[in-house]
């Protein structure tokens, strides 16, 4: 059975830096796709980031040049580096799984097939 375990998450100032990490156990060939969302209080989660096997292929308009999305394939890991993070980037951070490719295209809940528990990040002023 797939099973993603997020870490990293904290509580920071704004300007400041985390690195979340995505851990994925039963690790498959098929998983091409795996994506960063996060979903704040009273909001819909919504794509952070994914990346196919060759690289990202969406990151939100919102955290361009914050944010850098990045794989280890050999120890089967996703990690999202986080930084001059703000106020509004305040939610819990989720990582999924998609059996095959992803694009730009693929940026809805529906369009993943496994999540993780989520991990919270809280940015204050």
């Known amino acids: 059975q797939v099973q993603l375990e997020e870490s990293g998450g904290g509580s920071v100032q704004a300007g400041e830096s985390l690195r979340l990490s995505c851990a994925v156990s039963a690790y498959s060939a098929k998983f091409r796709c795996m994506a960063w969302f996060r979903e704040a209080p009273g909001k819909e989660r919504e794509l952070v980031a994914n990346?196919?096997?060759?690289?990202?292929?969406y990151v939100r308009d919102s955290v361009k040049g914050r944010f850098t999305l990045f794989r280890d394939r050999i120890a089967n890991a996703l990690y999202l580096q986080m930084n001059t993070l703000e106020p509004e980037d305040t939610a819990m951070y989720y990582c999924?799984?998609?059996?095959?490719?992803?694009?730009?295209?693929?940026?809805?809940?529906?369009?993943?097939?496994?999540w993780g528990q989520g991990t919270q990040v809280t940015v204050s002023s």
């Open positions: 999924a799984l998609k059996d095959g490719t992803c694009d730009g295209t693929h940026r809805a809940v529906k369009d993943y097939d496994y």
């Open positions: 990346s196919d096997r060759g690289g990202p292929t």
